[in-house]
């Protein structure tokens, strides 16, 4: 079975432009998470999509935003984007049916914003 | 809200000894699980150990262990007979609350010495 898998892996943009990320679940989890990773800060949840619906959303402004479409495949979004953006973007999938699921990582998308 | 801390930003250990590692977090929710990820240095995450909150048992998978203390809101990892793969950031987390919202600690990068 495939892994999750993000595209691009890297990626470099100027501030006040705006990049999206996309993000390929295992086949059958229905559940895709995003997570912003910076030295120190650890993961912080952006957002959590279920069946195509927000579940769960971070503590993010709304320059962020994400969206599922029918295959459970996911896309997030980030407009004007600033320095402070530059980050490891982690996409996560698990069934998402109960607390036990376990997260499944994709390798990640590295934006730096010059 | 629940909240995760890790206070080891960073541990050394020598191949073959034993580690371990401090997680506590804070939740008045009856109903969660506490997690340990693992992340090497080519990024990817993947899942060390699970626990939920009803079991007493400590989880063990092989060489890992917790030591869960619902009543200290403690959840320490072990990691016995080290090796040099076991050299990556280890984050603790925690799901449940009503949400499927996971929420990490900060990490601690473990690095395991020849």
């Known amino acids: 079975k495939a892994g999750v898998t993000q595209t691009p892996r890297y990626l470099i943009k100027t501030r006040g432009q705006q990049v999206t990320l996309s993000c390929s679940p295992i086949?059958?989890?229905?559940?895709v998470s995003w997570y912003q990773q910076t030295p120190g800060q650890g993961l912080q949840f952006l957002f959590e999509?279920?069946?195509?619906?927000?579940?769960n959303k971070g503590n993010f402004p709304g320059r962020f935003s994400g969206r599922q479409f029918s295959n459970s495949r996911s896309e997030m979004n980030v407009s004007t984007l600033e320095l402070g953006d530059s980050a490891l973007y982690l996409c996560?999938?698990?069934?998402?049916?109960?607390?036990?699921?376990?997260?499944?990582f994709g390798n990640g998308t590295r934006l730096t914003v010059t | 809200a629940q909240t995760v801390t890790q206070s080891q930003p960073e541990m050394s250990v020598q191949e073959a000894e034993t580690v371990t590692l401090s997680c506590t977090y804070d939740?008045?929710?009856?109903?969660?699980?506490l997690f340990w990820y693992k992340q090497p240095p080519s990024r990817q995450m993947i899942l060390v150990i699970r626990?939920?909150?009803?079991?007493?048992q400590n989880a063990t998978e092989n060489r890992f262990s917790v030591n869960f203390q619902k009543a200290a809101k403690s959840f320490s990892l072990k990691i016995s007979d080290s090796q040099l793969g076991d050299t990556a950031m280890y984050f603790c987390?925690?799901?449940?609350?009503?949400?499927?919202?996971?929420?990490f600690g900060t990490g601690t990068r473990l690095k395991v010495l020849a």
């Open positions: 939740t008045s929710e009856s109903n969660y699980y």
């Open positions: 999509y279920f069946s195509e619906t927000q579940r």
């Open positions: 987390a925690f799901m449940g609350g009503g949400t499927y919202k996971y929420i």
């Open positions: 996560a999938s698990s069934l998402g049916q109960n607390y036990n699921s376990p997260l499944h």
């Open positions: 626990q939920e909150a009803y079991k007493q």
């Open positions: 086949s059958g989890h229905r559940s």
